[in-house]
C-alpha cells in the first residue's frame, strides 16, 4: 500500500516505511497527480481535501494531524466511501501556553491585574474549554459561549455573544469554522460584533481566520472601538493583510498550537489511526524523542506571569512576522517548536513550583 504523508509534520518520518510504500511531500506536492495511487494520506491544514484534489484517486483513508476539520469535505469522503479522522484536542495546552503568554503581555504592558478582568471564551470545545480554565486560573470572571454546547446542556452556564460583547475586557475565538447553517461561524466578528461593543475589549484569535471579518476589524481599530488584538489567525493565509499586520499588538504565523507535545501528540494519533485502518500493527505507537525544554534559568523566578514569558516569547515570534510578512509559511512550516509550560516544572524553584501546581493545573491533566 502506499501512503503519502505531508513533510512537515514532525515526529512522525520512518514510523510506517518498514509496512507501506511512504512518499513525503510539501503540501505544494500533494496534487490531484501525486495522491492518484496512494491508499492513505497524512496531512496538515494546508491540504484541501475535496473532489479537486481526491476524484480519481484510490485514496480510502485520510488522517489530518490537526485539531480542526475545515479542510476536509466531510460529504465528499462520505459519498465516496473515504475515511477520515483528525486529532481533536492534540494541541490544546499548546494554545492554552500561546494565551498565557499573550495575557501576560498584555497586563504588562497595561499595568493591569487580570484578576480584575472579564473574559469572554467564543468557542468552549477541546481547546476553548481549557483555556476557560487558564482564565479561571488567573482568577478572571468568565463568559462562555457555545450555542451548540448550550443547546445540548441546556444549562444556565453559557453566555449569548450579545453578553460578551457588553461585559467582557478580553474576547477570545476558539471556534470551528462553520461557513453556513444554524452555527456558522464565517465572520462571527463582522461590523455588527464590533459596533454592540459596549467596552473597549482586547481581541484574541487563535482559531481560524476567517472566523474575523478582517475589514470589519480594521475598521473597528480605526473608530477605537477595540484595545489590543492579538492574532495567530488571518484571512487569506499566507496572503495576510500587511494594514492588519502593522496595527496588531501581537502577530504570529498561525502557530499557537505549534509545541513539540501538541505535535507529538498529533503525530501519534495519526498513525495509530492509519494503523488501524489497515491492521498495521502500529495502534499502540506513541513519540518519545521530545526535545528538552529551553535552557532557561528559572531559579530566581517566582513571579508566574514573567514564567509564561521566560517559557515562550511570543513577542519575538511576532516581531519575526512583522518583519518579513512575505515569510508566513516558511516561519510556519520551519517553527522551532516549544515545550508546553509543565516540561519545565523540574526547572522550577520551590516557590514558583508550588505556585503554578497550586493555580495552574489545567497544564497539568
Not at 6 to 34: F, M, Q, R, W
Not at 98 to 123: D, E, H, P, R
Not at 139 to 158: C, H, Q, W, Y
Not at 332 to 360: C, Q, T, V, W
Amino acid at each position: 500500500m502506499k501512503i503519502i504523508i505531508d513533510s512537515y509534520i514532525p515526529y512522525i518520518k520512518g514510523t510506517l516505511d518498514n509496512v507501506a510504500d511512504v512518499v513525503y511531500l510539501s503540501y505544494k506536492e500533494i496534487t490531484p497527480d501525486s495522491v492518484k495511487n496512494a491508499d492513505a494520506l497524512i496531512i496538515r491544514t494546508r491540504t484541501k481535501c475535496d473532489a479537486k484534489l481526491l476524484d480519481g484517486s484510490k485514496v480510502r483513508f485520510i488522517a489530518s494531524a490537526t485539531i480542526g476539520y475545515d479542510h476536509i469535505d466531510a460529504k465528499y469522503c462520505s459519498d465516496n466511501n473515504i475515511r477520515w479522522t483528525n486529532a481533536p484536542g492534540c494541541n490544546a495546552l499548546s494554545v492554552v501556553q500561546y494565551i498565557a503568554s499573550a495575557l501576560s503581555i498584555l497586563a504588562n504592558n497595561n499595568q493591569a491585574k487580570l484578576s480584575n478582568m472579564t473574559i469572554g471564551v467564543v468557542g468552549v470545545g477541546a481547546v476553548g474549554s481549557k483555556v476557560a480554565q487558564l482564565a479561571e486560573d488567573f482568577g478572571m470572571r468568565v463568559l462562555l459561549n457555545d450555542p451548540p454546547r448550550a443547546r445540548i446542556e441546556k444549562g444556565t452556564s453559557f453566555a449569548s455573544l450579545a453578553e460578551i460583547c457588553e461585559e467582557a475586557d478580553i474576547i477570545t475565538f476558539h471556534t470551528l469554522l462553520n461557513v453556513s447553517g444554524q452555527d456558522k461561524t464565517l465572520h462571527l466578528a463582522d461590523h455588527h460584533f464590533f459596533k454592540s461593543l459596549k467596552k473597549k475589549p482586547v481581541i484574541i484569535n487563535a482559531a481560524r481566520g476567517e472566523v474575523i471579518d478582517t475589514n470589519a476589524l480594521l475598521s473597528a481599530m480605526d473608530a477605537e472601538m477595540v484595545a489590543d488584538v492579538v492574532l495567530d489567525c488571518w484571512e487569506n493565509e499566507p496572503d495576510i493583510n500587511r494594514e492588519l499586520l502593522a496595527k496588531t499588538t501581537l502577530a504570529t504565523p498561525h502557530i499557537a498550537g505549534y509545541s513539540a507535545d501538541g505535535k507529538a501528540n498529533a503525530a501519534t494519533h495519526s498513525v495509530r489511526a492509519v494503523s488501524r485502518f489497515f491492521s498495521l500493527g502500529f495502534d499502540d505507537w506513541q513519540v518519545n524523542d521530545l526535545p528538552a525544554p529551553y535552557g532557561i534559568d528559572l531559579s530566581s523566578v517566582s513571579n508566574i506571569n514573567r514564567f509564561f514569558l521566560d517559557t515562550y516569547d511570543i513577542e519575538k515570534d511576532s516581531l519575526q512576522l512583522k518583519a518579513n510578512p512575505d515569510a508566513f509559511e516558511d516561519l510556519r512550516s520551519h517553527y522551532p517548536f516549544r515545550r508546553e509550560p509543565k516540561a519545565y516544572i523540574g526547572m522550577m524553584n520551590d516557590r514558583l513550583r508550588n505556585d503554578f501546581e497550586r493555580k495552574f493545573k489545567v497544564f497539568l491533566k
